[in-house]
Structures are given as structure tokens and as C-alpha cells.
Nanobody
């Protein structure tokens, strides 16, 4: 089994910064993609991909966070980070870490989710 644990959320004023961390642990053979989704409290808004990074380092960001957020990872520690700068009230939400991992050498890759960490940006 794989456990994914996020940390670093909190309350910050608009224009401020936060850094999220996420560690994957367990019987992990390899990890491909790691990243962050967020769920806005706005009614009807779907969970959206914020950023992801593959093991080789290539990254992808949602248009709404480009230039403000930076994703990085430490492959040796199965850890992914999300540096969030110039935060806006619309960045408020629960941020979920994802980890696409393989636990058996001949098995498939599964997506594992963290429990989420709350980010609140006040205006």
C-alpha cells in the first residue's frame, strides 16, 4: 500500500506565499507523475489540476497559476513541493497531492491521493 501525506496549508493574505509538501511512502517500486489538484469551495466547481511533474522533471501548470506557482520534486525522498506565490482569494481550496506509483514490478501504475490540505487566501 502507498500512503500520500500533504502538509503546509494554512491561512494567508492575498499576495502572500505558501509552500506545500507531499511525501509518498510504502511499498513503492517506482513513481512516475506527481502533482497537485485543488477543490474550490465555489459551488459547481470541479476539482482541477494545478500542476504536475514527471520523474524526469518536465512540468505542466494550469493557466490560472502559471508564473505564480512552481512545482518541484525530490525523487530520492518521494516528495513533491508546490511553492505558491502572489496568492489570490480564488486560490482558496483544498489541495490534494497525487502520486502515480507502481508497487509490483510487472504490475500497473495506480494513482494515489492524499487526504488534502486546506489553503485559505483572505482578501
Amino acid at each position: 500500500q502507498v500512503q500520500v501525506v500533504e502538509s503546509g496549508g494554512g491561512l494567508v493574505q492575498a499576495g502572500g506565499s505558501l509552500r506545500l509538501s507531499c511525501v509518498a511512502s510504502g511499498m513503492i517500486l517506482s513513481i512516475g507523475n506527481m502533482g497537485w489538484f485543488r477543490q474550490s469551495p465555489s459551488p459547481g466547481k470541479e476539482r482541477e489540476l494545478v500542476a504536475h511533474i514527471i520523474s524526469g522533471g518536465s512540468t505542466n501548470y494550469a493557466d490560472s497559476v502559471k508564473g505564480r506557482f512552481t512545482i518541484s520534486r525530490d525523487n530520492a525522498r518521494n516528495t513533491v513541493f508546490l511553492q505558491m506565490n502572489s496568492l489570490k482569494p480564488e486560490d482558496t481550496g483544498v489541495y490534494y497531492c497525487i502520486c502515480d506509483a507502481r508497487t509490483v514490478s510487472t504490475g500497473p501504475t495506480y494513482r494515489y491521493w492524499g487526504q488534502g490540505t486546506q489553503v485559505t487566501v483572505s482578501s
